[in-house]
């Protein structure tokens, strides 16, 4: 018999956990869920997490030396960070667009009971993503990828910092005297070799992984069921136009882009990422999700480590595409909901804002939330910010899930147009998924 596929697998899992997780809150026994099953959850989130830093250190100093061309290096950094901002800014656009056509704030404007009985629930959280919004400055940001101290980035997880001093080091490897750098370009790729020995093994356990975390948020999205009811009332429309929003950018852009200047067909390239967009969808991170994304890519649809290893991590932090998006469609919802009139060129800071913000907020948790405060100042709405952000942070673990299948898909396809627009794309070695 054929063995049934990995996404399949964690298909299934994911749909008992919606399944468990429903069950356990209807019959009111959600506390042995976050007891007992949301620890195999957060056992598999850690493992993931625990392997991104050092796959990353390993395979792009081994990728770095092996290109051994700073010019190529160079055209590949400007191709993918030009891509990265290009898709950024359509993404918000297309959030725009759908936000207008659908107008999901028109009913909660006319109605301040149900938003200030909304907002009062979710004030205090507000609260704290608005002072975390605080500290952020976009050139501070971009100071600090280049680190006081290599070692500190990789035991913070500090992606960009990480990335900076990786390259280098790859890049001085090749600068050694010939048998002296080889034997350490070796010993680094050996060990990124292993480390993506160590994501298959973790993947044999994803189905477990991701039953425990959307049962357990399930349980933690049901704890309050009037609530959740109000919430999805009023807030239906906003959601479901995020939705399409998401949607439209991945048929409009990603499969226009790949079909375009790739030969990768997109079957083959949405099989091999299946598992990787799954994961995204249970973790609402793409940066535990980024080894997989690795794996995904370079093993389904035959990337070149040389490529994937540089632009995938960038991507991770860089690369928001669901997040700017919504960030359009939320600017806009808040600002109908009080009653506030977007022009023309109100929309456009929309785009610059966020598409700036999602580029300086790479290192900070939390991060849509973060990014949506800072385009709200920007157009004015200093007063409404707290009580807007609190009347849809009820609703934002779920879209957070959504948006993030988006900013991993976004990274992949970026990935795979790159390579292939400079012949780093091998697709006859080895294409089958980690398994
Ligand atoms: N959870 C998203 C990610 O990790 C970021 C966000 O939208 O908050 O890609």
Redesign the pocket.
Known sequence: MKKLALHWWILIALGLGVLYGYIATATGSTAHVLLYVDPFGQIFMNLLRMIAVPLVLFSLVAGAASMNDTAKMGRIGGKTIGLYVMTTAIAITIGLVTVNLIQPGTELANNPEIRERLANAFAGQAQTSIQSAENVSIIQQIVSIVPQNPFESLAESKMLQVVFFALLLGIALTRLPRERGEHIIHVFQNLSDAIIIMVQGIMKFAPIGVFALIASVICQIGKDPETLADLMGALGAYMGTVAIGLIAHMVLVYTVLLALLTNVPLRKFFRAIAPAQLL?FSS????ATLPVTMTCVEKGIGVDEEASSFILPIGATIN?D??GL?QGVAAVFICTVFGRELSVGDQLTIVLTATMASIGTAAVP????VMLTIVLQQLGMANEMAMGIALILGVDRPL?MC??VL??TGDATVATVVASSEGLIHPGERHHEPS
Do not use: K, L
């Not at 609402?284 to 940066?287: D, L, N, P, R, V």
């Open positions: 995204a609402s991170s793409s940066g928001m669901g997040t919504y939390g991060v849509g939330i957070d948006r993030t900013n991993v």
